[in-house]
């Protein structure tokens, strides 16, 4: 039977929560470790289920996985991969799994893949890989379940190519694949995500002529192969963003470590003016009980503007802030529709559309039994249980462990009352 999570409400929390691996650069070196047929470790690797699953396809294609939990390291030995197709449950279920058709293209000349079905937070197309992968000579026939892709006879060839709306999965897979594409390809209006710039620093090192990451140009010079080497998984800024925010919202004084606050770009800037009181350290950051919130409306917008995947939690932040405010996700189209769960512990939010809602604090909320759509929406709730008077079930948290490993032994150890019902 499924398991559920189950959380008393009005806890104080206290102590020192460390920040895991980035979940959104973990899945980006497996798909990098396929462009070459050495092997690549990783270190810091979450253990989450997105990166079992993606490590769990990867294997079905003949690629040898060594994995150390204890050490929180990955072994990947993509020497004897025997196919390019990802098909099945898997790869239907998850959307990152997109990401690993690019280097096996540009590796084997071919891949074929079904359609990534993944997050409910809006239907996810993958028309930026399809054209991508075109432009750069590659040809593509696709149907309602799948998408074969053949590059050309002179191989993948480099080109420009210009986003039509910016893209981080999009630019980590057309930059990843043209590394081994004949000649030079031009990115544009690529996305600035910090993991861009990690990616980009390994792949250099492994031999690949990557410049510009971390702007909006990338120019990739291709190469015949790359070697393997060794990569570090930086801190994950979306936890470290969540846990702050898990911190305020309980008016607790915890400290978030082994974290890199600037990766937060302009979030810690919107809660500092929404008031919220907090110390920064090179690698941690510290709450501060006693903040007085005043509601602060936010666009969630590309790095370094405010993170879409920070906005759940920050809608619930508005919640127990005073005043009203608009929160308007730009980015995708299903990601608010969780509101409608925290309106049924007591939040004062209307939605005014698909993209915005209003949210007007502070309000009590009690305890109530959710169901998380997504991982953000998820964690979100949870959060919202510790603050929620009386006891909350959360159900799917498969959802939750998705991103964040262990989630309930990390918050008990800092004082949240929750534990993982096997039902
Ligand atoms: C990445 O998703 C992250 N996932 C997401 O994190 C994150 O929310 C998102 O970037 C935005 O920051 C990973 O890195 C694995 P997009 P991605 O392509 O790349 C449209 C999480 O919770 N689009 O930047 O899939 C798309 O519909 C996840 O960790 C197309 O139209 O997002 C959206 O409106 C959720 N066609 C916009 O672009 C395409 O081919 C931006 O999406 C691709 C995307």
Redo the contacts with the bound molecule.
């Keep these: 039977m499924p398991e559920i999570f189950e959380i008393e409400g009005g806890q104080k929390l206290s102590g020192e929560i460390e920040v895991n691996g980035a ?2 650069s973990a ?2 070196i497996l798909a990098a470790s396929l462009l070459s047929d050495e092997k690549c470790k990783i270190t810091n690797f979450p253990f989450i289920e ?1 990166t079992k699953r993606i490590m769990e396809i990867m294997e079905e294609l003949g690629v040898r996985v060594e994995k150390n939990e204890e050490l929180k390291e990955v072994e990947i030995d993509p020497s004897g991969i025997k196919g390019t197709s990802l098909t099945g449950e898997l790869v239907r279920k998850l ?2 799994s997109i ?1 690993l058709a690019g280097p096996l293209l540009a590796r084997f000349g071919e891949v074929e893949i079904d359609h990534p079905g993944g ?1 409910v ?10 054209d991508g992968f075109k432009k750069l000579g590659a040809s593509c026939e696709e149907n309602d379940q799948s998408v074969k892709i053949v590059s050309g006879n002179n191989g993948l060839v480099g080109e420009e190519i210009i986003f ?7 630019t ?1 897979s057309l930059m990843m694949t043209a590394v081994l594409a004949k000649g030079k390809t031009i990115l544009k209006n690529c ?1 600035m ?1 910090p ?1 861009i710039p990690v990616l980009v620093e390994y792949l250099n090192k492994c031999g690949a002529k990557i410049s510009g990451a971390g702007t909006s140009t990338i120019i990739i010079d291709g190469v015949g192969k790359i070697s393997g080497g060794e990569f570090e998984v930086i801190p994950d800024r ?1 936890e470290t963003g969540t846990f702050l925010m898990m911190g305020l919202v309980t008016d607790s004084e915890i400290t978030i470590k082994k974290c890199i606050p600037e990766h937060l770009g302009s979030v810690l800037e919107i809660l500092k003016g929404a008031g919220a009181k907090f110390e920064i350290g090179t690698d941690y950051i510290r709450t501060i009980s006693g903040s007085k919130l005043e509601a602060t409306s936010i666009a969630t917008h ?2 370094p503007g405010f ?3 920070l906005q759940p939690p920050y809608t619930l932040l508005m919640t127990q802030a005073k005043g009203m405010c608009m929160v308007h996700e730009t ?3 299903g990601r608010l529709f969780f509101v409608d769960q925290l309106s049924t512990m007591g939040a004062n939010i209307v939605i005014c559309d698909p993209h915005r809602v209003i949210v007007i604090g502070p309000a009590k909320l009690f305890g109530k039994k959710l169901s998380s759509p ?3 929406a998820g964690i979100t709730m949870l959060i919202a249980g510790m603050i929620a008077e009386g006891k909350t079930i959360i159900e799917n948290i498969y959802q939750i462990d998705r ?1 964040y490993e262990k989630i309930e032994e990390r918050l008990a150890k800092i004082g949240a009352k929750i534990k993982r019902v096997r039902n």
């Design positions: 979940k959104n899945l980006k997105d959307r990152a990401l997050c937070i809006g239907k996810r197309p993958i028309d930026f890989f399809v039509p709306k910016i893209s981080v999965t999009g980590e996305a995500e993991e979306i590309e790095y993170a879409t995947d980015i995708f189209d997504d991982l953000r991103g």
